[in-house]
């Protein structure tokens, strides 16, 4: 009991410290998000999500890599639409063992030091996120 009690004080921290470092880092700038759904040749589907603490004019580019296993393809994209849907670009590399897939995301923008979350989760649960800035690549690997 105590084991559990420790473990949702430290989930309910975690959280509090992450809702105070994305408000302030977003001081003074809007946000904005990208969201494409990628279905799979076997009927996967990956939903990538992408917050970003800066304005839409300010982003060059929303790039995703997957590398799912060997031997699918893209069926089909759905972008959300907002204001980055004309900025986004997804590339399928073929390359991973059964079960694993991996999505590398990088936002190109013209102004440094903004925050970037990514969460990426697969039609079968799994589920993760990752965070960091602006002009770097962010990895999520997922095993279904």
């Known amino acids: 009991m105590a084991k559990r009690f420790a473990s949702v004080a430290m989930l309910l921290a975690m959280l509090l410290a992450l809702g105070f470092i ?3 880092a977003s001081a003074g700038l809007d946000a904005c998000r990208a969201d494409p759904l ?3 040749s076997d009927g996967s589907r990956i939903s ?3 917050r970003i603490n800066a304005s839409a004019e300010d982003i060059q580019q929303v790039e995703y890599v997957l590398h799912v296993p060997r031997g699918l393809s893209i069926q089909k994209i759905v972008y959300t639409g907002g204001a980055l849907r004309d900025k ?8 991973n063992p059964p079960g694993v897939f991996i999505t590398e995301t990088t936002v190109t923008a013209e102004v440094m030091n903004a925050r970037v979350s990514v969460w990426m989760r697969l039609s079968g649960g799994a589920s993760s996120t990752v965070s960091g800035f602006v002009n770097e690549r962010l990895l999520i690997q997922l095993t279904q």
């Open 38 to 40: 990628i279905v799979l």
């Open 22 to 24: 994305s408000s302030t």
């Open 48 to 50: 990538v999500s992408v």
């Open 88 to 95: 986004e670009r997804v590339t399928l590399i073929a390359d």
